[in-house]
């Protein structure tokens, strides 16, 4: 694992958590993302940005969730506002390198919303 995912936790319906990756200082980011798996489902994309500046959301997380970077430490974020039960999910971290198709991961993070 090259990717380190912090920042889950458990909060109620209507809460706000910001979730942080950061990758070796060593990589020059392409691309960055996140995705989530929900128990008995297929992990989906949840947003991207690449390095530009340019990002992407699944319909699902518009308007409430933010990807964000900062390109300094090689780290991006994703904050995660009104919060929905089904938001619930190990979300993780990927990444892509300038020149690369490999993909990048990190170990995951759960959250959880629940009253």
């Known amino acids: 694992v090259q990717l380190q995912a912090s920042g889950g936790g458990y909060v109620q319906p209507g809460g706000s958590l910001r979730l942080s990756c950061a990758a070796p200082e060593t990589f020059r980011l392409n691309r960055m993302g996140w995705y989530r798996q929900a128990p008995g489902k297929q992990r989906e994309f949840v947003a991207f940005?690449?390095?530009?500046?340019?990002?992407g959301y699944a319909d699902s997380v518009k308007g409430r969730f933010t990807i964000s970077k900062y390109t300094a430490n090689n780290t991006w974020y994703l904050q995660m506002n009104s919060l929905k039960p089904e938001d619930t999910a190990v979300y993780y971290c990927?990444?892509?390198?300038?020149?690369?198709?490999?993909?990048?991961w990190g170990q995951g993070t759960q959250v959880t919303v629940s009253s």
């Open positions: 990927h990444a892509r390198r300038f020149g690369s198709d490999a993909d990048y």
């Open positions: 940005m690449f390095s530009g500046g340019s990002t």
